[in-house]
């Protein structure tokens, strides 16, 4: 009996559907429960969902998926109760009196590190009860700023208009609103703001060039093997036979200089992806085996 497959998905998330409905379609086509996925779109985001198969959904926790690429169109002149299109308009500015050169100039207001408070219909918990669970129960909630970092923002085509229609591309770190900054965004320029386009097209080392779409991996699941995305995804380091034993137990390796902080992804000399280690002193430790 071969041994059920496990690795990543990389999956073109279609709009109008959630993470969890495509968590719920992956398990159908992989024939497991054990499917996860890393970093949550909205459903009306396209792009980039990584989905773990079977042991790769213990991997999901660990893998470096810190900065994230989206492209993004803003509309100006109209703010909306979600901050996105999504939502019931709740006020309108004419935009036609901004100019291209005036959203270029803000943008880098919104660069670097930045305090930012998230938009109310986020899943954060207040109280133990998501924050859109009690905007939609009628509650006005007011979330707290929090820490993000926007490394790159820049503006790919402007429409002006009464609604001005604004391009951007945008890196930045995990937990950023990109709906929160169109928000922002036309709260500085005086006319309001909101979201309504979202694709991802990176989430740390995995790109849209190499994500499918539902319908194409109903004919053929494409599946990235563990080794693959160990190697893909942390520091590596090649064990001898007798370190491979002690690994496959999650014994420490006494004296092994792993080479790098943080978790390291571990190789028996054939080539198959063990474990998880790290530097702890002189030794290296197990965080997670998966063999």
């Known amino acids: 009996m071969t041994d059920p497959v496990s690795g990543l998905v990389i999956v073109d998330k279609p709009s109008d559907w959630t993470s969890h409905d495509v968590v719920g379609r992956m398990r159908r086509l992989a024939g497991t429960r054990k499917v996860g996925h890393a970093g949550t779109l909205d459903p009306m985001a396209t792009g980039?969902?990584?989905?773990?198969?079977?042991?790769?959904?213990?991997?999901?926790?660990?893998?470096?998926?810190a900065d994230k690429e989206y492209v993004a169109t803003i509309r100006l002149g109209q703010s909306t109760v979600t901050d996105d299109a999504e939502g019931d308009v709740t006020s309108s500015t004419s935009a036609a009196r901004v100019e291209e050169a005036a959203v270029q100039a803000v943008l880098p207001t919104f660069?670097?590190?930045?305090?930012?408070?998230?938009?109310s219909v986020s899943a954060i918990k207040v109280d133990g009860v998501r924050s859109y669970a009690r905007v939609r129960s009628g509650e006005e909630v007011a979330l707290k700023p929090r820490p993000v970092r926007v490394a790159e923002f820049e503006l790919t085509a402007f429409r002006a208009g009464d609604v001005a229609d604004v391009d951007v591309r945008v890196v930045c770190s995990s937990g950023t609103y990109v709906r929160a900054l169109a928000r922002d965004i036309g709260s500085a320029l005086g006319v309001g703001g909101h979201l309504t386009a979202l694709r991802r097209t990176r989430v740390g080392g995995f790109t849209i060039d190499s994500a499918h779409t539902l319908d194409e991996l109903a004919v053929d699941l494409t599946v990235m093997g563990m080794d693959d995305v160990a190697r893909a995804s942390f520091p590596t380091y090649e064990l001898d036979v007798d370190q491979a034993a002690d690994t496959r137990f999650g014994r420490s390796l006494a004296g092994v200089e792993?080479?790098?902080?943080?978790?390291?992804?571990?190789?028996?000399?054939?080539?198959?992806?063990?474990?998880?280690?790290?530097?702890?002193?002189?030794?290296?430790?197990?965080?997670?085996v998966f063999v």
Do not use: M
């Open 111 to 119: 660069t670097g590190d930045i305090e930012q408070v998230p938009s």
């Open 48 to 65: 980039v969902l990584v989905v773990g198969i079977n042991r790769a959904t213990r991997l999901l926790g660990h893998l470096t998926l």
């Open 258 to 288: 792993l080479g790098a902080e943080g978790p390291v992804a571990v190789f028996a000399p054939s080539g198959e992806f063990l474990a998880l280690y790290e530097q702890q002193g002189p030794d290296a430790k197990p965080v997670a």
